[in-house]
């Protein structure tokens, strides 16, 4: 054999045994990518209420969500954020009463409609000067709670400790009170009602007026 016919023999010989190891390994050879990998990152979870940053609400509205996503981060620090310096004062003198954490005290952001799994119903916002009033829906009691905030170190606050101190001043009557308000209205008065039976029966007692020879 030529050493030119030699060289090529030794040449397709390398070459069956690169193609034949690359089936051994893994049947089919890789794909060319390109330099890129198939290696997919990591899902990023969207943004929760829990990472809602808290503080300088500027509508009532706006100072509930807040204090609702304070609550489900179940960070007191920024629960504490989101209520007033009397309400704060409030929780203070509970916590001493309960023999309780501050932080304990105020886990539910002093309101039942935080039970609530995601945002509840809200409504009825009112504003007047620096106190404010908001609507919001109690699921676990299913009824509307009218939650007080006042405007204080540049943000809206849940005001309940003013509202028990006697320093807050509503900004108008709820919706819910309203309506409640209506209703009551409607409802016939019983003791009306007992008098108007009364005249039409007839039962009325007419005093006898007293006979003067008896006296005698």
Do not use: H
């Amino acid at each position: 054999m030529k050493l030119s016919n030699f060289s090529k023999f030794l040449g397709a010989l390398a070459l069956a045994l690169i193609v034949g190891g690359s089936f051994a390994c893994g049947g089919k050879p890789a794909a060319n990518t390109g330099g890129k990998t198939n290696s997919s990152a990591p899902d990023q979870k969207p943004p929760t209420m829990t990472d809602v940053p808290v503080g300088n609400a500027q509508t009532p509205t706006e100072a509930y969500k807040m204090l609702f996503a304070a609550v489900k981060s179940q960070d007191p620090a920024k629960i504490k954020l989101m209520l007033s310096k009397g309400t704060m004062g409030l929780a203070g003198m509970a916590a001493d009463q309960q023999k309780k954490p501050v932080d304990e005290v105020v886990k539910n952001g002093f309101t039942a409609t935080t039970f609530a799994d995601n945002y509840p119903q809200m409504r009825d916002e009112r504003i007047k000067d620096n106190f404010g009033a908001l609507e919001v829906w109690n699921e676990k009691e299913k009824k509307w709670e009218d939650l007080p905030f006042m405007y204080e170190d540049g943000g809206w606050k849940l005001a309940v400790g003013e509202m028990f101190g006697g320093s807050y001043k509503s900004p108008g009557k709820g919706q819910a009170q309203i309506e409640q308000e209506n209703a009551n209205a409607s409802l016939p008065n019983p003791m009306t009602n007992g008098l108007q039976n009364s005249n039409a029966n007839g039962n009325f007692a007419v005093p006898k007026r007293p006979d003067k020879s008896k006296a005698k």
